[in-house]
């Protein structure tokens, strides 16, 4: 078994300790079980996320030079403070960049930013919860809500159909009364709300 | 003694029926949040915040920072009975809070540190009572470079504080910045990083950030954690709590210096969690007991939770004296000011008396009532979390997309929400921090305007920001804390050098 970071050397900057502070690269391979494979190294992610500044902090110089960035007649123009935004934010990010592509080149330095089943279980949320947020522009909050917690619960906790679909009834209904009734804040309605004379 | 004469106005605004009744049900809602995993402080207040319109502000600060107490106190139940930090802050409490419950002690552990919690916040109100009308006064004669100024210090703090990388927190700070410009222009009327959308005219809400970011975010973490809560029993019987107390006295010395850090790391943006590890870490250095601490040490949990609470507290002390707040959730109180048409800063002691001296009666009354729901209320908080996360899990989504939409009416907050979630999940884990870039979209438009303002009175001149010694003095230090990362990495490298050589 060797020490993932064999030098001895702290991991660049001090980033790596945070997101995989443990992972044995040895192990992984031994079990090799699939759901603890890693889907994406820290290192990777670190670029990606970097690159993605970095395009936002051009985006963001662009605009504000577009707009103006530069010393009017009557003073700062829109994009003068916007520009040294967007030029603090390609600094910072291609620092970030360069040190995580160093950091990706170490064979050593592996860290895991997510592994795979980890990544599947994130997933099984994120997507139903993309879904909902469609389905309450579709057809209301309330149907909207009631669907996924009975949905939610039947699908992933595994619950009898019965219960899942009291306690999502029973939130949308509660949801209602609070919003509709009570403190009077309309929120999205689809159709049923609106047959029913809301 | 003007403060106290204030202060007994601020206590007759304070107590009233309806008042004592909205400082109940504020720290129970906050109580519950801070339990359940992917609520916290500031984004249940940021979702709470709409159901408040209609309430008078006095009445509304004190039942959202109601529970922004409650929130303080309920990270403390999960930690000890679940070794689960509810809350970011409680993450040092679980070090002796759970070995404590493992030995059967949970009833001691919650006790101390509730009433480590409430000495801590105490003490931070008792310094805001005297302190922030002296800073207001003084913050009245600043002018607009005083005030870039010292936007810049609480900016430059972060820097010069972060753990981890400092171009991170410059990066994520910067993305605040950039975010908060989005929109019209309110000096031009000139449409700003809009790419040509009509809907991101409204520019980029700071409470649909929050919400995203703190709560959709924490959930998808738990959610890969795989959590599943399986606790001790908590029971809390009145000879356990004088018991508790009996034994708290030999902490005085703890108390005080936690009370210190805390104090001082919630008036800097510091906040309440790296106050709580600063603590726990020179409680364990300094205490004789030192070397049980992580076994379940009851000064452990004493040290953590008071430095915790008072850093929370105190964090409202620059966002009243100010209009800078300390902390994400004093950032989402101020964004409330915002809304209900009160100008946070100094001249809100000057116009706004009722308001503020309220604010803080009710801190201390806020407090008290704390104490007692939760010594009261435990059982009934832990079998919540009993409850399965695959039902919590999408409650608190339809709970974040609801609040998300109130906010503005407007169905891409929504999306928004969930983008900013994906963010706060990649960022978290990252390690890129969150409440500089909260901070920075709360305040982009207001650091920008001073900045403005100041350039217009110098002509263009940066010199403005070293033109007397209070502004000089405060950029100094400012510059001083953005470098100091860098210095460290200069003087880590030199003596990383000499020992190589040797």
Not at chain 1, 187 to 197: I, Q, S, T, V, Y
Not at chain 2, 262 to 288: D, E, H, L, N
Request: hydrophobic share 55%.
């Amino acid at each position: 078994m060797v020490d993932p970071n064999g030098t001895g050397l702290p991991p660049e900057g001090s980033q790596g300790h945070a997101c995989a502070p443990d992972h044995d690269p040895d192990r992984e391979r031994v079990g090799a079980a699939p759901a603890t494979q890693p889907a994406v190294t820290t290192a990777t992610m670190e670029i990606v996320v970097a690159g993605l500044f970095l395009l936002f902090g051009v985006g963001v110089m662009y605009d504000s030079y577009r707009i103006g960035a530069r010393w009017a007649i009557d003073g700062p123009q829109s994009g003068y403070f916007p520009f040294y935004i967007g030029a603090l934010i390609c600094l910072s990010s291609s620092v970030l960049l360069v040190q995580g592509v160093r950091q990706r080149m170490r064979v050593s330095n592996r860290g895991t930013f997510v592994q795979r089943g980890p990544l599947s279980d994130v997933l099984k949320v994120l997507i139903p919860a993309v879904g909902y947020v469609l389905g309450i522009q579709l057809i209301g909050v309330y149907v909207a809500s009631a669907v996924y917690i009975a949905l939610f619960m039947v699908f992933i906790g595994r619950f009898h159909a019965l219960r899942s679909t009291l306690v999502g009834v029973g939130v949308a209904a509660f949801t209602f009364v609070l919003f509709e009734l009570w403190f009077r804040i309309p929120l999205p309605k689809g159709f049923l709300e609106r047959a029913a004379g809301f | 003694m003007a403060e106290l004469q204030s202060l007994l106005n601020g206590f007759a605004i304070a107590l009233t029926w309806y008042n004592i009744l909205l400082m109940f049900i504020g720290i129970t809602l906050g109580v519950l949040i801070g339990v359940l995993p992917g609520l916290g402080g500031a984004n249940g207040i940021a979702i709470l915040l709409p159901l408040t319109f209609t309430m008078s502000p006095t009445s509304a600060i004190i039942m959202l920072s109601c529970i922004y107490w409650g929130a303080l106190f309920g990270g403390a139940i999960t930690s000890i009975l679940f070794n689960i930090p509810g809350e970011p802050w409680s993450v040092a409490t679980t070090f002796d809070g759970y070995p404590m419950a493992q030995q059967g002690r949970a009833g001691e552990a919650l006790t101390a540190a509730f009433t480590g919690s409430f000495v801590g916040a105490l003490v931070a109100v008792v310094m805001i009572t005297f302190l922030a009308p002296m800073v207001a006064r003084f913050a009245l004669q600043f002018g607009p470079p005083e005030y870039f100024a010292v936007y810049l210090l609480a900016f430059c703090s972060f820097v010069g504080m972060s753990k981890g990388s400092p171009w991170k927190t410059i990066a994520a700070m910067m993305l605040g910045f950039a975010l908060a410009a989005v929109g019209m222009d309110t000096v031009t009327g000139q449409l700003r990083l809009t790419f040509g959308s009509m809907e991101l005219m409204r520019g980029f809400d700071f409470l649909i950030a929050v919400i995203g970011l703190f709560g959709i975010g924490e959930i998808l973490l738990t959610m890969e954690e795989g959590l599943e809560f399986k606790g001790k029993k908590a029971k809390i019987s009145a000879r356990v709590v004088l018991d508790t107390w009996k034994q708290m006295p030999r902490f005085w010395a703890t108390s005080i210096r936690s009370c210190l850090i805390g104090c001082w790391m919630g008036i800097t943006p510091g906040g309440a969690t790296p106050a709580s590890f600063m603590s726990y870490g020179v409680a364990r250095q300094i205490s004789k007991n030192g070397k049980n601490f992580g076994k379940g040490e009851m000064e452990g949990v004493v040290a953590p939770e008071t430095a915790a609470h008072a850093a929370g507290t105190s964090a409202l002390l620059p966002m009243l004296a100010l209009g800078i707040p300390g902390s994400p959730t004093a950032a989402v109180l101020l964004g409330g000011l915002l809304i209900w048409g009160l100008q946070p800063g100094p001249l809100l002691f000057v116009e706004q008396p009722d308001f503020v001296w309220g604010l803080i009666a009710s801190m201390y009354l806020g407090n008290i009532v704390g104490l007692i729901v939760v010594l009261t209320t435990v059982p009934f908080f832990a079998a919540i979390l009993r409850v399965p996360f695959s039902i919590i899990a999408p409650v608190i989504i339809v709970v974040c997309a609801i609040g998300a939409y109130t906010v503005n009416n407007a169905m891409l907050d929504v999306w928004l929400m969930m983008l900013f979630g994906v963010v706060g999940y990649v960022f978290k884990k990252l390690d890129y921090p969150m409440a500089p870039m909260v901070l920075a979209l709360v305040l982009g438009d207001r650091a920008e305007d001073s900045f403005r303002q100041s350039m217009l009175m110098s002509q263009g001149s940066v010199t403005i920001l070293w033109s007397n010694w209070l502004v000089g003095s405060i950029t100094a230090v400012a510059l001083a804390l953005l470098f100091w990362p860098l210095w460290q990495a200069i003087v880590g490298r030199r003596r990383r050098a000499v020992a190589g050589q040797a």
